[in-house]
């Protein structure tokens, strides 16, 4: 059974950077799609960005200049930084694989999730 | 970037009713559309893919349709379990972008 497992600080400073990793456990980090997706406190669902086993990454266009995300195949993990974080940054964030099912792109393991908050 | 949009934000019913779920893309996603929920506490868990077809493990009472902008996602008989968040999400030129949600809650 393929675990997912967030981990880093829960609290950051505004202006700092945010960095978490994901652990992969229980599968192989080869051949998936690896994402961070966030949920502000009471609101929806953010896609944020993901990595291929490669090393080859896809952002949202609204973070895309603030966001990094890099992969450790021989740890079987991959990493989110975001820099110059505000309060708007304060969110759970949630790692996920994504893979094709016949064709069809999806998340189909996920993290339980980390509570970040930015604040001085 | 693709916009996906939901209705209605918050949907009351009834045990054992019929719960139907909107979602509509701002460009045509084919079928590229997926469904999750998401319980107080838990990380999304997916329902539904390529618009109609279920994710292993999920009831025959969750059923999608629709193609191209306009889906939808139907309880049969609303279980208590099955009272959640529900995100539809699509994948288009090589990112993914969520719905707002909708809640399900009892009446």
């Known amino acids: 059974q393929v675990q997912l497992q967030e981990s880093g600080p829960g609290l950051v400073k505004p202006s700092e950077t945010l960095s978490l990793t994901c652990t992969v456990s229980?599968?192989?980090?080869?051949?998936?799609?690896w994402s961070w997706i966030r949920q502000p406190p009471g609101k929806g669902l953010e896609w944020i960005g993901y990595?291929?086993?490669?090393?080859?990454?896809n952002y949202s266009p609204s973070l895309k200049s603030r966001v990094t995300i890099s992969v450790d195949t021989s740890k079987n993990q991959f990493s989110l930084k975001l820099s110059s974080v505000s309060a708007a940054d304060t969110a759970m964030y949630y790692c996920?694989?994504?893979?094709?099912?016949?064709?069809?792109?999806?998340?189909?393991?996920w993290g339980q999730g980390t509570l970040v908050t930015v604040s001085s | 970037e693709i916009v996906m949009t939901q209705s209605p934000a918050t949907l009351s019913v009834s045990l054992g009713e019929r719960a139907t779920l909107s979602c509509r893309a701002s460009?045509?996603?084919?079928?590229?559309l997926a469904w999750y929920q998401q319980k107080p506490g838990q990380a999304p868990r997916l329902l539904i893919y390529?618009?109609?077809t279920r994710a292993t493990g999920i009831p025959a009472r969750f059923s999608g349709s629709g193609s191209g902008t306009e889906f939808t996602l139907t309880i049969s008989s609303l279980q208590s379990e099955d009272f959640a968040v529900y995100y539809c999400?699509?994948?288009?030129?090589?990112?993914?972008?969520f719905g707002q949600g909708t809640k399900v809650e009892i009446k």
């Open positions: 996920a694989r994504g893979r094709t099912l016949t064709g069809y792109y999806v998340h189909d393991y």
């Open positions: 229980g599968g192989s980090i080869s051949s998936y799609y």
């Open positions: 990595i291929y086993y490669s090393g080859s990454t």
């Open positions: 460009q045509s996603v084919s079928s590229n």
């Open positions: 390529g618009a109609s």
């Open positions: 999400q699509q994948y288009n030129n090589w990112l993914w972008t």
